[in-house]
Nanobody, 120 residues
Framework: QVQLVESGGGLVQPGGSQRLSCAAS????????MRWYRQSPGKERELVAA????????NYADSVKGRFTISRDNAKNTVYLQMDSLKPEDTAVYYC?????????????WGQGTQVTVSS
């Protein structure tokens, strides 16, 4: 059974830091690219950060570049999102996403999301 379980969300003050984790199971984690998305009320889900299967390549949305860092530990089947210098506009539900091939078929797995609220 495929599972992506996010953790680490919560309330943080503007300018603060938070680290999200996403623990994966049920698929070959090290063969999948991983992404973090976020969605705020009334807005479309947006891609925040992405990392290749080996961790050798990363990409970020312009809105978080220089503040967020995506990383992964293939030995622990976990992907992380380190968020620094947080702003109120970073408030959203953050989702973990895995993209890859399963028996040659493209697949897309999602976690249940974790709420991050940036407020004083």
């Amino acid at each position: 059974q495929v599972q992506l379980v996010e953790s680490g969300g919560g309330l943080v003050q503007p300018g603060g830091s938070q680290r999200l984790s996403c623990a994966a199971s049920g698929f070959s984690f090290s063969s999948y690219a991983m992404r973090w998305y976020r969605q705020s009320p009334g807005k479309e889900r947006e891609l925040v950060a992405a990392i290749s299967s080996t961790g050798g390549s990363t990409n970020y949305a312009d809105s978080v570049k220089g503040r967020f860092t995506i990383s992964r530990d293939n030995a622990k089947n976990t992907v992380y999102l380190q968020m620094d210098s947080l702003k109120p506009e970073d408030t959203a539900v953050y989702y973990c996403n895995a993209v890859g091939l399963r028996v040659g078929v493209p697949v897309n797995y999602w976690g249940q999301g974790t709420q991050v609220t940036v407020s004083s």
